[in-house]
């Protein structure tokens, strides 16, 4: 379980502020909305559901406009927070087209059914209320949380407080006379600024104190993950090397495996921690990626330091496969022949096709006198690129190291 | 040859490993363990060469070298770091440091990236000269100075090789050139590096993090 790894960002937060009750995605009917708060209150969902259906078949259609309202006020739910502490990604950028054409059905329905039935209230008060409910249940709902979906949450708030002001006015201009409303506005402004400047203060310092205690806590939350991290990886593999220490060989794979960890951890891409060692099931989606996951392997297996240089990096597809398979075979016979420690690899994306180079210094040997018996270096490195139209060449003389090159062009992506 | 070298780390581990390594090979005039302790003992000691680490306390070697060479601007700077990162690397290079070294290299090879520093010239290693390419890379745009903001293919050439971990001398005859030739090449991607207002320059660093 990996969080962010420097920064703190506000993903952080959400799971911090994360409520009990919220909507639910899975196994919901309409939005989400009994099954959230059946979850939240401990009850089954269809207890919650029924006891909903029947409010709506005895009082009336205002229930849906309840359920409306608690549509938007409850947030969205995500497992991920309760395990990890980050909103995932594919939750986060879902779009809410669903939801959001579930609410404007309930909230024309209801619009709908209570003109109906409340015929008596003249039409003037009745449709701005509901705007008006409508704006509040929105800013309430979006506007003090701190999840959701960030880009869209200052415009939602805008729109929910326009949507008040605009149903407040037209609800009383069509009460009152405007004018008498704007001179008790004015005392009524008066009386909140006068309260603003009595409890404002008090107020910003409260939110001080609450953004100063939310940041040390997770600066204290961060600092037990690197914390463990540190537990779980380097020190067992310090307590590993002092028991092995009279093996060479595996002092040094152990510590060449816990730099890589480590060092992918601070500062590489964000692979998860606990697949860093062993490669995961599922396959990088890049060149380098699978590259660098091929050579961290033959490192383990053969306890030599691969120097890898990657420049520019491109989605896998056949070719490139073909490429690294061939640049691993290269890179396994430069530590099973070569006998040298380190072996220098090189990979450069370039806009029509992809380079690797796999070179050692060590013995070397002539290519025009291996045995035809021997098909390595043949089949399963030259022949694999040759097959994606690419290209090989090995140079090597004995004594002067061995370099293999090879090239994919890059199919239009 | 015996090079004047001053080592900054913080590490004082490191320090006695890079003094053990170098022993007979250049003589340790001094050494610190922060920015400030380094800021003010370099001038004082006058070296030829200052190894300095690019995590330090107070400030980072980026600092040490722009406090240094503020007051001392004749010091040359080598960075040894553990660091890959690419924005540590590119953040000591523009500070003024003429190379980059990662702490695995040999006593030797350390020893010859001295006496190069201190002749003036620029140390690549394979990740800085990877690190380059990339940052100079494939991105095509119009460049606001051609002169400082392009790679020529010559030293393309020869970047590309330091990357594949060809050392100056096996660059010099892969590509018939002689070995000063290959240090000037060098020595101008370096320059390039520390001047161009390439906005890719900082825009990639800045990306890599986030990516």
Redesign the interface.
């Known amino acids: 379980m990996v969080g962010p790894r420097r920064a703190c960002d506000h993903r952080r937060m959400d799971a911090v502020g994360a409520s009990r009750f919220a909507r639910r995605r899975q196994g919901r009917w309409l939005g989400g909305v009994c099954a959230g708060l059946a979850a939240g209150l401990g009850l089954p969902a269809l207890v919650v559901r029924a006891v909903f259906v029947a409010l709506t078949l005895t009082s009336g259609p205002g229930v849906l406009l309840l359920y409306a309202i608690t549509w938007a006020l409850l947030p969205p739910f995500d497992p991920g927070l309760q395990g990890s502490g980050g909103l995932s990604d594919a939750v986060r950028g879902a779009p809410h087209v669903v939801d959001a054409l579930a609410v404007l059905a309930m909230v024309a329905g209801g619009i709908l059914l209570l003109s109906e039935v409340a015929a008596w209230l003249p039409r003037t008060v009745l449709v701005p209320g509901i705007l008006a409910a409508a704006g509040a249940a929105l800013v309430w709902g979006w506007g003090g949380r701190a999840s959701g979906q960030d880009g869209a949450r200052p415009l939602l708030v805008a729109v929910g407080v326009s949507l008040v002001v605009v149903g407040g006015v037209a609800m009383l201009a069509a009460v009152g006379s405007v004018r008498t409303l704007g001179r008790s506005a004015a005392g009524a402004a008066v009386l909140v600024a006068g309260v603003a400047l009595m409890l404002g203060p008090w107020l910003l310092r409260l939110g001080r104190d609450l953004t100063a205690e939310r940041r040390q806590r997770i600066r204290s939350q961060e600092r037990a993950e690197v914390a463990a991290h540190l537990h779980d990886g380097v020190l067992q593999t310090l307590a590993l090397i002092q028991k092995r220490a009279a093996d060479d060989r595996e002092v040094r794979s152990l510590a060449r495996r816990q730099e890589r960890e480590l060092?992918s951890w601070?500062?590489g891409?964000d692979v998860t921690a606990g697949t860093a060692g062993a490669p995961g099931p599922d396959e990088p989606a890049t060149v380098a990626g699978l590259l660098r996951r091929e050579l961290d392997d033959v490192e383990d297996r053969y306890g030599i330091?691969l120097?890898s240089?990657?420049?520019?990096d491109a989605p896998l597809d056949d070719p490139a496969r073909a490429l690294v398979a061939a640049g691993r075979e290269a890179a396994q016979n430069a530590a099973r022949h070569a006998g040298v420690e380190a072996v220098?690899v090189?990979l450069?994306?370039?806009?029509e096709r992809i380079s690797l180079?796999v070179?050692d210094r060590g013995r070397g040997f002539d290519p025009a006198a291996v045995p035809s018996d021997r098909r390595g270096v043949a089949d399963s490195i030259c022949a694999r690129v040759l097959r994606h139209g690419g290209a090989a060449h090995v140079r090597s003389a004995p004594g002067e190291g061995a370099?293999v090159e090879l090239s994919v062009p890059r199919t239009a992506s | 040859m015996n090079e004047r070298v001053f080592v900054v780390d913080d590490h004082a581990l490191v320090r006695s490993g890079v003094r053990t390594e170098l022993a007979g090979r250049v003589q340790i005039v001094g050494e610190a363990g922060d920015v400030d302790a380094a800021a003010a003992a370099i001038p004082a000691t006058d070296p030829d060469v200052v190894l300095v680490d690019v995590h330090l306390p107070g400030g980072g070697g980026a600092e040490v070298i722009r406090r240094v060479l503020a007051e001392r601007p004749s010091t040359r700077f080598l960075a040894l770091s553990v660091s890959d990162a690419p924005e540590d690397v590119i953040a000591v290079i523009r500070a003024g440091a003429r190379g980059y070294l990662t702490k695995t290299v040999s006593g030797a090879e350390l020893a010859e990236a001295i006496e190069r520093v201190a002749a003036g010239d620029a140390v690549f290693s394979p990740r800085l000269a990877g690190f380059v390419l990339d940052a100079f890379g494939t991105t095509v745009s119009v460049p606001s100075d051609p002169e400082l903001d392009q790679l020529t293919v010559r030293e393309r050439e020869v970047l590309r090789l330091i990357a594949r971990g060809y050392a100056y001398k096996e660059v010099a005859r892969q590509l018939s050139l002689s070995v000063k030739t290959v240090e000037t090449h060098v020595s101008s991607v370096l320059r390039k590096l520390q001047l161009s207002s390439r906005h890719e320059l900082t825009r990639w660093a800045t990306e890599r993090r986030i990516v």
């Open positions: 060092r601070l500062y891409p330091r120097d240089v990657l420049v520019g220098d090189y450069e994306v370039e806009p180079f070179r370099e």
